[in-house]
């Protein structure tokens, strides 16, 4: 046999027997150090069932398994009693950790209070089908709030978008979605708004009549918008604002005071030295009379 040959497959095997020790001793050492390094596992609080929206967590609502510690969500629990009596204000699935941000405060008590944010108000609207967008007026989704009816000086109704962007907290007495996606009958939607904004919808729904229109829940532009007359739906001009009409004042002349009348004059006088005898006398006599010749 050639040597040439003979020193390749001897350098060949060589080789081959160094790559597999090594590659043997890092499987080992692997195997080692796994072996060595012990998992540490902590217990979290999940859910044992499906809990809705609204409710108070109870001690057979949840139970504790064993995960390991990289696992452990952040905002989790590790023990039951921290999460028992506190108000769900997100539904939970079977087996889901319950988590600080699903859970409302110990003591504001169950439904839909937990779920309004300080500061915030929960206003309902008392809604039929086609005004409740048929029914997909949901909770969780998001609407614009329309109102239609005659402001003051105006000859026809105008439709004008007073809300925009107002999360729907609950559609009638269902705090959370239909598990099967489907359409509420929803004679009351329930929504979340600041106080000004609940004034607004107090007085939309006593002066004239409230539309939702369901929106992208991802859209959260607020656009401004002119309303609508009656006379945009036909192309003609738009009324103008009626004039309040004149009122009439009825005002009494004043009275001018009629000047009182100048007292006449009295009469002239003349005096006239009469002598009788030896008796000298003044005597007074009317001046006219004695002018025009009388005695």
Excluded: C, W
């Amino acid at each position: 046999m050639d040597r040439r040959l003979l020193t390749v497959v001897g350098v060949s095997l060589l080789f081959a027997l160094v790559v597999s020790g090594i590659f043997y001793q890092m499987v080992v050492g692997r195997k080692g150090a796994s072996k060595s390094q012990k998992v540490q596992m902590r217990e979290l609080v999940v859910a044992s069932r499906p809990l809705p929206v609204g409710s108070n967590v109870r001690a057979d609502d949840v139970t504790v398994v064993k995960v390991p510690v990289d696992q452990f969500p952040k905002d989790g629990f590790g023990k039951v009693a921290e999460v028992l009596g506190r108000p769900l204000i997100s539904s939970v699935l079977l087996e889901e950790p319950i988590r600080e941000g699903r859970l409302g405060a110990r003591g504001t008590g169950a439904g839909l209070a937990p779920m309004i944010p300080v500061g915030m108000r929960a206003v309902s609207v008392r809604v039929n089908e086609v005004v409740g967008v048929a029914g997909f007026a949901l909770p969780g989704m998001r609407v614009d709030v329309l109102v239609t009816g005659r402001p003051p000086g105006r000859q026809g109704s105008i439709t004008k978008t007073v809300l925009q962007n107002i999360l729907v907290l609950s559609a009638g007495h269902n705090i959370d979605q239909d598990s099967k996606g489907q359409p509420i009958n929803a004679p009351v939607v329930t929504l979340l708004v600041t106080p000004e904004q609940a004034e607004t919808m107090t007085l939309a729904g006593s002066e004239g009549r409230i539309q939702l229109v369901l929106r992208n829940t991802g859209d959260q532009t607020v656009q401004t918008t002119a309303g609508r007359e009656v006379a945009d739906l036909y192309g003609l001009p738009r009324e103008a604002a009626e004039k309040p009409a004149p009122q009439i004042v009825y005002r009494t002349a004043p009275v001018k005071a009629t000047p009182a009348a100048t007292p006449p004059a009295p009469p002239a006088t003349e005096e006239i030295v009469v002598i009788r005898g030896n008796q000298k006398t003044v005597e007074v006599v009317n001046a006219r009379k004695v002018g025009m010749g009388q005695p």
